[in-house]
């Protein structure tokens, strides 16, 4: 398995939470920077967090204070946590190194907020 496989999705009102996880390979975990990407229906995919192997994280704005980004590098596991979601979080996320590289690319999870 190169590329990653993400979990954790659903359907959940506004304000509630998720946890996302990401399983990785050993070559993807490698890389110093990665993060998750979400992509909403006819828009771009678009990078939302990203975390160092050092333990640095980024946010873009329109998540910071709600989402965080965690890795566990003996797991190859990545997680996003999503509090206070919002309709507009509604999308496909997915998760990668930074910048991305096509044969990461998983199959992503489907995230929908809504009432």
């Known amino acids: 398995q190169v590329h990653a496989v993400e979990s954790g999705g659903g359907l959940v009102q506004p304000g509630g939470s998720l946890r996302l996880s990401c399983a990785g390979s050993?070559?993807?975990?490698?890389?110093?920077?990665m993060g998750w990407y979400r992509q909403a229906p006819e828009k771009q995919r678009e990078l939302v967090a990203t975390?160092?192997?050092?333990?640095?994280?980024n946010y873009t704005d329109s998540v910071k204070g709600r989402f965080t980004i965690s890795r566990d590098n003996a797991k190859t596991t990545m997680y996003l946590q999503m509090n206070s979601l919002k309709p507009e979080d509604t999308a496909i996320y997915y998760c990668?190194?930074?910048?991305?590289?096509?044969?990461?690319w998983g199959r992503g999870t489907q995230v929908t907020v809504s009432s």
């Open positions: 975390i160092t192997s050092g333990g640095s994280v």
């Open positions: 990668n190194k930074v910048p991305w590289a096509i044969r990461y």
């Open positions: 050993g070559s993807l975990f490698s890389f110093t920077t």
